[in-house]
């Protein structure tokens, strides 16, 4: 008889993607590679995110070990399956014939097909986030399938352009230039129901008007163009960014986009602006390895190593403070705030463990961080703090993500329509005629 629940065998870097994941496979049982463990000890030590989730799991593993993870399995709650560790197999003739090397990768499919053939009443899935292996495992006739627990269902939400209402009323169009505080939702015929913090454009024909619709007052006011430290928005999109940044009620931005759209600009100069409201700016990055190579093979000391990666932020920087002459006070601003820091850019593994209440919080190149690891940056904000999210979720680094994936586009789909949260796509660049026609047809 066939049993209809499943065995995951799980490759080290779900673990490392999501330590919370063994409660996330149902009623399903669930193996751990002892190879895998091995790999784990490997990734313990260090302070950047991905040796905290391979410390996170050592925690949770340690919690539920027993001699029964070896033998009958361990519990892992109510509704759930049992946890086993399965110990090395020798590799199978097929195997052996494709993938001789006795590398971690080919020791899981080996464990793998072992148990594909042991357990033939139950099916074996291997889970990794690695292309390649699955690939292998499919080519033995194994099964294998990507980590989808938080997956993005739907990247059209997120990848959409602001929409532009045509033919609008010409009166409602007036009455919004007439009335700042804005005008009850119920009085406007829109052809969309609008959700929280969301920005759109009226038009008919010649007459428009840049518009939001605020949930706490349930009005649609007129945005107007405004200046950050003098960064100017150079299009609609920009201008609804900045109104974003600019606006206390919202806690919570995520900027996405292509390079040169100004998403990392207007929020450090957004942050600039709203320097007395906030303790103290931060503006940080992940550090993702140069062809999965770590940043210890660089030369010079550990300032040294990480300057190339933190550029790209006082690039944004420079651009910002050469709006004004040397000699001007708001030039001089930020170098004092530089000095105090007042204004700090680091490498996003250096903020954990600091105080972040009262902070404006610049998360740059964030869709290559996972899920798991854009909730803990959030759920560590206290009183005051303001965290922007920027990134193109079309150019992710990580080797174990991708655009439905990633940290952003998640963070994008499950905070979409709430009172606190706005998301805008900015789609035109506006670096360069050069840059934007690069990033259209390169």
Partial sequence: MKNSTKLFVLDTN???????CLFKFQENDIIIPIVV?????????GNDLINFHAREFTRVLDELSGEEMFEGGVPLGEGLGKLFVETGKPFGKELQNSFPEQIPDHRILAIAQYLRDKNTERQVVLVT????????????????????????ANLDTIRK?????????????????????GIPVEDFSLNFEPIAHQYFVLRNGSSSVLAHFDPFKNVIDRIVKTAAYGIEPRNAEQAFAIDALLRPEIQLVALTGK??????????????????????????RPIV????????????????KINPYMQPLFDNLSVIKHKFS???????????????????????????GRSLSRVFFIIDEAQNLTPHEVKTIITRAGEGTKI?????????????????????????????????????????GERSYLAELASDLL
């Fill in 14 to 20: 779900v673990l490392l993607h999501d330590h919370e």
């Fill in 129 to 152: 986030k690695d292309i390649n292996l699955r690939v292998k495992a499919k080519s033995l006739g194994l099964t294998a399938q990507d980590y989808k627990n938080d997956k993005v």
């Fill in 37 to 45: 463990l091995e790999e784990l000890d490997h990734f313990k030590r």
């Fill in 388 to 428: 922007i999210f920027t990134g193109d979720i079309q150019q992710i680094d990580s080797p174990y993500l991708d655009s439905v994936s990633n940290g952003l586009s998640y963070l994008a789909e499950k905070m979409r329509g709430q009172d606190i949260f706005a998301h805008i796509n900015l789609i035109k």
């Fill in 259 to 284: 390079a040169g759209t100004g998403k990392t600009l207007l929020a450090l100069a957004a942050a600039i602006h709203q320097r007395k409201s906030f303790l103290q700016i931060f503006l940080a």
């Fill in 289 to 304: 390895a140069l062809s999965n190579k770590d940043i210890g093979f660089l030369p010079g000391d550990a300032k040294e």
């Fill in 326 to 352: 040397q000699q001007s006070a708001d030039f001089k601003r930020i170098e004092e705030m530089l000095k105090s820091e007042k204004l700090l850019i680091e490498p996003l593994a250096y903020i954990r």
């Fill in 161 to 181: 352009q602001v929409p532009i209402v045509e033919g609008a009323d010409k009166s409602m169009i007036a009455s919004l230039y007439d009335h700042p505080e």
